[in-house]
């Protein structure tokens, strides 16, 4: 039975029931079938000059894949988008496409914009379930680059290298390749042995090297690799370091994790498995601080734990700068909201255990540098809400182990790597640096760009 | 796969164990730690890096069986295989990186209390070698709990080490803190820096002591840690009304301005019996046994 698309909607995409997926760690949103990938397919108005194109950090060939989907050509499509995507999988799970190429899709001025990224991910799932792997060269540079750190960027940059005959080696800190990918996204949202495990085996397929419990800055300097092992260059990757607090008081006490512990023991370390040692929380009453993607992770990964849970963010909802998607999901799940809001003080019993927080109404004023109009407190209003958990999700600073043991390499106030926007280059000759170790916290995407522009400038460095 | 070359029991639930790891062993240095972890469900466990040999390209950990993952650790044998080591992490001892005349220049006092007597031992090992005066003062329960005396001996000289018990069943009876203050006040002994590692309780009374005595300490953090590498946050601690991480920052902080009854009541709970009890009260049971290391 064909779909009847109606132009202005995208066609709808199955989900996991709110109810039955609060209790499970599995997929929430199940993908496009054959059938709806092609109806959908059918929206995109193959502009001349495409916005959405412009709009996408690694620059894919948007309405090229989209017309190979119309066309049923599967391989085609996939073929257009691993050229410029070495994690296509992952970026059709999550992106900010609202923000980026959905953003700027001409459909979206009078209805809904092409659901660019549900099509990205139905292509590169077809590819996976299909064994097609991505096309690699055989030319041979007679190079080497190093790469720090297995993330989203790391893999990226070493993928583009490999294509262009490099020989490359990633040198990852922890024991699983992956980064924010296998350490910060739960199950739920990005499934880590069917989608992030397969496509790294692509990165691994184009000849890349991925050396595991292997600290650079530590066991070995980014000199040692440049003038001892014989790197040619070197990409810092890095990512995200350690997180922030509100330096509030009682933010010490048992039952106060930051985001970064929480998700690493729920998804690295597997804790919400019984077959797996390592502990984690399960609160009651969770109280989640923050309004991003992160934070919508913890959120979500707590209520799955078996806790009622409470987003406490101190701007309005049309700030909120999670993905549109996750928002829509976690209050679907049944994950409440206290906008507008911020903790003041986190509450402890005798024991020391969390059993509370204090928090206090805001309003916004006038914009502050960001753009977004400033929370101010409202004298007086301050509540309590009873809770045995407090995840902090208020953002992290540059991982400090490279710079800290690299000379030369200039860094920010920030303490991130100076790099350049279109090259990664930094102060040192052959040093290179991308993603959140260069940007601070930001995206996916935006992390995978950098390791493109990087690869691109590496490239250019070891052909003068 | 990470090979054990050797393993052997030291006393009642202390283990020693001597293992194949190149990248830690050619680049560790006294006060670094590593991160060990089993097997594949097991959990990340920092641990102290006891001695390291870069020809062999092994080190050496001992630790304590207290949770789960701590027993799955002592349960491999010689010819077994860890499913990761890895390091070194945290920062090597501030004197490593200091000139060494500077360091010579000095009188340095080690103490180890319990299990802290093995991460003593390679600072202890290190000074002599560089030609730095060191005493070492070993506090322990009971003659039983004693380790590493032989070895501390080795390297710095019988008349260099003091061992003290707490039920008096060797050497000397009594705290750490009392032999401090006979090295001091009766045998004269001057110190200029203190290095001082063990329970949390034990190093804030020496902290407490030595600063009344007007000698800088060093102390080792030994917090609960998840990735090791500066990621999670879960080895916060107050240093100076700072907030710090041991993984990083430390594990080696100055004892004067770490706050011990807060880092205290963060590990307490997770470490005794009582407060292992209380947390599957409230959090049911999600520690699978007692880890200990959560």
Known sequence: ?464 | MFKILEARELAEKTYLMVVEAPNVAHACEPGQFLIVRADEESERIALTICDYDRDKETVTIVFQTIGESSYKIAEKKAGDSFADVVGPLGNAAEYVNEPIEEVRKRHYLLVGGGLGTAPVYPQAKWLKEHGVDVDVIIGTKSHDTLIMEKEMIDAVGEEHVFVTTDDGSYARHGMVTAVIEELVKDMGRHYDMCVSIGPMIMMKFCVKLTKELGIPTTVSMNPIMVDGTGMCGACRLIVGDEVKFACVDGPEFDGYKVDFDSAMKRMKLYKTEEGRRLLEYQEGKTHKGGCGNC
């Open chain 1, 1 to 464: 039975m064909a779909i009847e698309v109606d132009m202005m909607k995208k066609v709808p995409v199955a989900e996991q029931d709110p109810k039955e997926r609060a209790k499970n760690f599995d997929e929430v949103c199940l993908g496009y079938n054959e059938e709806e990938a092609r109806a959908e397919s059918t929206r995109c108005l193959q502009c001349k000059n495409p916005k959405c194109v412009e709009g996408c950090p690694v620059s894919i060939d948007i309405p090229g894949f989209i017309g190979k989907i119309k066309d049923g050509d599967d391989a085609g499509a996939f073929e257009i988008l691993s050229a410029a995507s070495t994690l296509p999988a992952v970026c059709g799970r999550v992106c900010p496409q609202e923000k980026q190429c959905e953003g700027n899709c001409i459909r979206g001025i009078k209805g809904e914009p092409v659901s660019i990224g549900k099509l990205e991910r139905y292509t590169a799932d077809w590819a996976r379930e299909h064994g097609i792997t991505p096309v690699k060269e055989n030319q041979k540079k007679g190079k080497k680059v190093a790469v720090v750190g297995a993330g989203p960027s790391g893999l990226t940059c070493a993928g583009d290298l490999a294509k262009m005959g490099y020989d490359v080696t990633i040198f990852e800190a922890l024991h699983k390749a992956g980064g924010v990918l296998v350490y910060g996204i739960p199950e739920f949202r990005l499934p880590k042995d069917k989608v992030v495990a397969k496509e790294i085996e692509n990165v691994i397929s184009l000849g890349v090297e991925i050396k595991t419990d292997y600290i650079i800055g530590k066991s070995e300097t980014i000199d040692e690799l440049m003038d001892e092992q014989g790197f040619d260059a070197v990409y810092i990757a890095s990512g995200a370091g350690l997180p922030m607090f509100m330096h509030i008081p009682g933010e010490q006490a048992l039952g106060v994790y930051s985001a970064n512990e929480y998700l690493t023991r729920a998804n690295l370390m597997k804790a919400y498995r019984d077959d797996y040692d390592t502990p984690i929380n399960k609160g009651e009453k969770t109280v989640v601080v923050g309004g991003g993607n992160v934070a919508m992770d913890a959120a979500r990964t707590a209520l799955r734990l078996g806790s009622k849970v409470t987003v406490v963010y101190r701007r309005s909802e049309q700030e909120l700068p999670a993905r549109a998607e996750e928002v829509h999901h976690a209050k679907e799940e049944g994950i409440e909201f206290a906008l507008l809001t911020n903790p003041v003080e986190i509450l402890e019993d005798e024991e020391g255990f969390v059993k509370g927080i204090k928090v206090i109404k805001m309003e916004l004023g006038e914009p502050d540098a960001s753009g977004r109009r400033r929370p101010i407190e409202i004298p007086g209003s301050e509540y309590e809400i009873e809770c045995d958990a407090v995840i902090m999700s208020l953002g992290t600073t540059p991982n400090p182990l490279i710079p800290g043991t690299t000379k030369g390499l200039d860094t920010s106030k920030k303490k991130c790597i100076i790099a350049d926007e279109e090259t990664g280059a930094t102060s040192r000759p052959g040093v290179f640096a991308g993603g959140d170790c260069a940007t601070g916290a930001a995206t996916v995407i935006l992390a995978m760009g950098a390791g493109r522009k990087a690869a691109k400038g590496i490239d250019e460095y070891l052909s003068r």
